[in-house]
């Protein structure tokens, strides 16, 4: 239900930011990743391909992210 997945969603943005600034005296970057619906046998119409989540998990792993800590990309 929307209910069970908001709340969800919230418990990880609390969950990445605290990490975050637990992280920052050390130099540790934190994000999360919480796709929205994905493309799977069970999914119908357009949606995220798995391939695409892997692209931003990539991404934020990344130098090219140094600047992205606390954020959950949604």
């Known amino acids: 239900s929307?209910?069970?997945?908001?709340?969800?969603?919230?418990?990880?943005?609390?969950f990445t930011k605290t990490l975050a600034d637990l992280g920052a005296p050390h130099n540790i970057l934190v994000a999360g990743v919480a796709p929205g619906?994905?493309?799977?046998?069970?999914?119908?119409?357009?949606?995220a391909r798995p391939e695409e989540i892997g692209d931003v998990i990539?991404?934020?792993a990344?130098?090219?992210?140094?600047?992205?800590?606390?954020?959950?990309?949604?």
């Open 58 to 60: 990539c991404f934020v």
């Open 2 to 14: 929307y209910m069970t997945v908001g709340i969800t969603n919230a418990g990880l943005i609390n």
């Open 37 to 47: 619906e994905t493309e799977t046998a069970l999914s119908l119409g357009r949606m």
């Open 62 to 74: 990344s130098a090219r992210a140094s600047y992205i800590s606390g954020s959950v990309i949604t």
